[in-house]
Each structure stands twice: as structure tokens, then as C-alpha cells.
T-cell receptor, first 115, second 119 residues
Framework: AQTVTQSQPEMSVQEAETVTLSCTYD???????LFWYKQPPSRQMILVIR??????QNATENRFSVNFQKAAKSFSLKISDSQLGDTAMYFC????????????FGTGTRLQVTL | GAGVSQSPRYKVAKRGQDVALRCDPI?????LFWYQQALGQGPEFLTY????????KSGLPSDRFFAERPEGSVSTLKIQRTQQEDSAVYLC?????????????????FGPGTRLTVL
């Protein structure tokens, strides 16, 4: 079974600054996907960024980038130029490819962006 | 529709009542997932449908939980004789296909969830 660990329950960052959210995972699979999801107070889970384990290049999406260290089973999210709208819960998640591709989530990190 | 919808958004039940939570997936999406998110936790998998077939129900916490998707579109999660520990947000997600290929990936699109409070 896979496990996902987020050790930072809460983080705070000032607007326009950079923040890094940590995530580690455990799996015996060699091929898998990793995700960061954002959940604002509206509760809608929004996909922020995705990383495929067989790709060595770190994924980037505008102000969001990841540092994927496969050997260390580490998958951190960096948010640059933080904006007030980035305030939300952030969940790291794991998924095996293929049939019934259920997501395994961490416990989340609450990010507060301040003026 | 534009996205996954769920109803009701909020449900308050007295302990022992039965509840039914509805999920309308994105039209044409083959796969449908239910997750349970307790307060302060990440979502946890409950069950998975491919069209009308329930292929995985390993996450259902007890036999009081039952899900169906009779026509391969709308799904209902039913909880019988609700208990206080059932209080949570119930999230539904759909994806276009889960073809079974080893390297396949299908993005899951989430609904806004139903917040269930059992008194």
C-alpha cells in the first residue's frame, strides 16, 4: 500500500514571496504519478500540478513547480510570487496508472498568504 | 454540464437516519470515484465505478455504506443508520476513462462535495 506524508500542517508566506511545501511518499511501484491539489474553502479540489515518475524533468505550471526526488521519495511544491488567491489547503497525492486509478492523499498543508 | 455536481451541498442528519448523496459526473465520463474527507484530513477512497459496474469498494468503511450507478452516469452514495463518525465531506470525482493500460493517466475532476453532519 502507498502512503503519503505531509509534515507541515500550516505554512504562512507574504505576498510576492516564495514558499515550499513538503511531501514524502512510500511505494514499491516503479511507475506512478504524483500530484499537488489545491482545496480552497469552497471545497472544490483543483489540480495544481502533476509529475510522472518516469520523467526526470521537474514539472512546472506558471508560478508552480515541483522538486521531484525519486530515490528519496520526495515531492515538494514551490510557489513563486505568492498571491492572496493561493490561500488554501494543499494536498499531495499519489496514483498508480491503470484501472481504478484511485488517489492516495496526504493530510494536507494549510497555506496562508498575507499582505 | 460544466463540471461535476453534487447534491445536497450540506446535509444534517440525526444519528440513526439514512442519507443519500448524489453525484452528477461530467457527461461522457466513464469512471466515477467517491472519497470521504474527515475534518482536518485528506480525502480517502471509498469506491470506484467504471460505467455501471462497481469494480472496487474496498474503501467502504462498513456495510452501512452502499453506492450505486445504475445507468452509468449519476451515482448515489447511501449511508444507512448514520453514526457521528460518518460526519465528513463526501467528494465525488469523475474521469474520462481508465483504460487499464499500464502507463495510462486520466485526470480526476472533483465536485464541490457534500458536507454531512450527524448529530
Amino acid at each position: 500500500a502507498q502512503t503519503v506524508t505531509q509534515s507541515q500542517p500550516e505554512m504562512s508566506v507574504q505576498e510576492a514571496e516564495t514558499v515550499t511545501l513538503s511531501c514524502t511518499y512510500d511505494t514499491s511501484e516503479s511507475n506512478y504519478y504524483l500530484f499537488w491539489y489545491k482545496q480552497p474553502p469552497s471545497r472544490q479540489m483543483i489540480l495544481v500540478i502533476r509529475q510522472e515518475a518516469y520523467k526526470q524533468q521537474n514539472a512546472t505550471e506558471n508560478r508552480f513547480s515541483v522538486n521531484f526526488q525519486k530515490a528519496a521519495k520526495s515531492f515538494s511544491l514551490k510557489i513563486s510570487d505568492s498571491q492572496l488567491g493561493d490561500t488554501a489547503m494543499y494536498f499531495c497525492a499519489f496514483m498508480k496508472p491503470g484501472t481504478a486509478s484511485k488517489l492516495t492523499f496526504g493530510t494536507g498543508t494549510r497555506l496562508q498568504v498575507t499582505l | 454540464g460544466a463540471g461535476v455536481s453534487q447534491s445536497p451541498r450540506y446535509k444534517v442528519a440525526k444519528r440513526g437516519q439514512d442519507v443519500a448523496l448524489r453525484c452528477d459526473p461530467i457527461s461522457g465520463h466513464v469512471s466515477l470515484f467517491w472519497y470521504q474527507q474527515a475534518l482536518g484530513q485528506g480525502p480517502e477512497f471509498l469506491t470506484y465505478f467504471q460505467n455501471e459496474a462497481q469494480l472496487d469498494k474496498s474503501g467502504l468503511p462498513s456495510d452501512r455504506f452502499f453506492a450505486e450507478r445504475p445507468e452509468g452516469s449519476v451515482s448515489t452514495l447511501k449511508i444507512q443508520r448514520t453514526q457521528q463518525e460518518d460526519s465528513a465531506v463526501y467528494l465525488c470525482a469523475s474521469s474520462l476513462d481508465s483504460s487499464g493500460a499500464r502507463s495510462s493517466y486520466n485526470e480526476q475532476f472533483f465536485g464541490p462535495g457534500t458536507r454531512l453532519t450527524v448529530l
